[in-house]
């Protein structure tokens, strides 16, 4: 995993804590959920407040996370709100704490000068046991704490300026008075910086979750899907009126899900011919060919001659495999004729003919749901669901490894919102 930490692949774009001060209030927050407190004089942090290097001291990567539900925070720093999620059990855990940030941005602006923000994502379930759990959860509520308390005493000086607007004898209170003015030294006027969270409760919509091996639940207006395999607990027995249960290995019924709930970009010369993606995908798919068959081939060094060479010397082998031709004779047919369609593919194909429809706003977790069908496309995976990549790579040979992090710096980390556009067009 060195190579990937060396090339910004894992743990990219986060946040450096080397400041005595901001240290100090990582370890009162700490403290206050009952963890050891860091000893490290440096440490990255997402923007959950989760941080790769404090994981690997405690020896415990779910110290924000200890039971996969009810996540924790710890926030330093408005600038945390531009920082990716890079641990957690669930997919829209980034989007609920974006929009905690942007709706409180100026409460977490003015509380962060004096104190640290910390607390937990809170819903109705405590663990995850079975499907209803998961189920059950309709919306989440932030539950918002600072370590001196700067929250509270902001709320305890509002209390006490209403008392004394709305009682007559109220300014002949001196302790009273002493108090709030005791308390505006912390929290300072509050009639000009807000310092208590407004925003907090927010609905808990479309995501995946690591729980019973991985589950997707989608969300429509008279429907709710779930897309597991079917062993998990409570599997077509939770809500079966409600809720429409679908095994992740029935390839045809997932793929009729999604196309009939609008939420994929069907094969179409429209966006297919300017993207490059059946290009992309044929590569991938004759990588892993030549990969299975010879590890030793240097993927790197592979032109376009080696390539025509490896086919017409492996014939049989790509015939019997069915990929790479069918993606050809699918170009051809875009060409000309524009579209295709989809009812005559062999449901084993269809998911290498598509991607998330862009407008809907369950694309990216469609897309990372596309992914686990195009395991090959280790591209796809880096983007849209990086626990999973960075799974794969453990099993990847050093030789694979080498090319995979090299195409990755070729391609996507060179201009990656112009590689998601051309080929997901996403941004």
């Not at 370590?147 to 300026?161: M, S």
Request: hydrophobic fraction near 40%; glycine fraction near 4%; include cysteine.
């Amino acid at each position: 995993m060195k190579r990937l930490y060396d090339n910004d692949l894992i743990y990219g774009r986060l946040l450096t804590v080397d400041q005595p001060h901001l240290i100090e209030r990582y370890n009162k927050a700490l403290k206050a959920f009952g963890i050891k407190q860091t000893k490290l004089t440096e440490f990255n942090i997402d923007k959950t407040g989760f941080s790769p290097q404090v994981a690997e001291e405690l020896g415990d990567y779910d110290y924000l996370d200890p039971n996969g539900i009810n996540r924790r925070f710890i926030i330093l720093t408005p600038a945390q709100v531009s920082l990716p999620v890079v641990h957690t059990k669930f997919s829209n855990t980034e989007a609920l704490m974006y929009e905690f940030y942007t709706d409180n941005m100026r409460v977490i602006n003015a509380l962060t000068i004096k104190d640290v923000i910390y607390g937990e994502i809170e819903d109705n379930v405590s663990k995850v046991e079975d499907m209803e759990d998961l189920l059950s959860i309709q919306q989440v509520e932030f539950r918002v704490l600072s370590a001196d308390d700067v929250i509270g005493k902001a709320n305890e000086l509002r209390a006490l300026t209403d008392r004394l607007k709305e009682e007559p004898d109220a300014w002949r209170d001196d302790a009273m008075l002493e108090r709030m003015v005791a308390l505006s030294k912390t929290v300072g006027d509050i009639r000009e910086n807000q310092m208590v969270p407004e925003h907090v409760v927010f609905r808990h919509n479309a995501y995946w979750t690591s729980h019973f091996e991985g589950a997707y639940v989608f969300v429509d207006e008279r429907m709710t899907t779930v897309i597991s395999d079917p062993k998990a607990p409570g599997f077509r027995r939770s809500r079966p009126w409600q809720v429409s249960y679908l095994s992740i290995d029935d390839y045809d019924k997932v793929f009729r899900f999604l196309a009939s709930s609008k939420r994929i970009d069907l094969p179409r010369a429209s966006w297919m011919e300017q993207s490059g993606f059946l290009d992309h995908r044929a590569q991938m798919v004759i990588h892993s060919m030549i990969r299975a068959q010879d590890p030793e081939v240097d993927l790197g060094k592979v032109d376009a001659v080696w390539l025509q060479t490896w086919l017409h010397k492996n014939a049989s082998l790509v015939n019997r495999d069915g990929r790479y031709p069918f993606l050809n004779s699918v170009k051809r047919e875009i060409a000309q004729n524009g579209r295709l369609d989809i009812n005559e593919v062999p449901e084993e194909y269809r998911f290498l003919l598509v991607r998330a429809k862009t407008e809907h706003e369950d694309a990216w977790l469609t897309n990372r749901l596309i992914c686990e069908f195009n395991r090959e496309d280790f591209v796809s995976r880096y983007v849209f669901n990086k626990q999973a990549f960075y799974d794969d790579y453990q099993d990847f040979d050093e030789r694979f490894r080498t090319h995979v992090v090299q195409t990755l710096k070729d391609t996507y980390l060179i201009n990656k919102a112009a590689m998601r556009e051309r080929l997901y067009g996403l941004s």
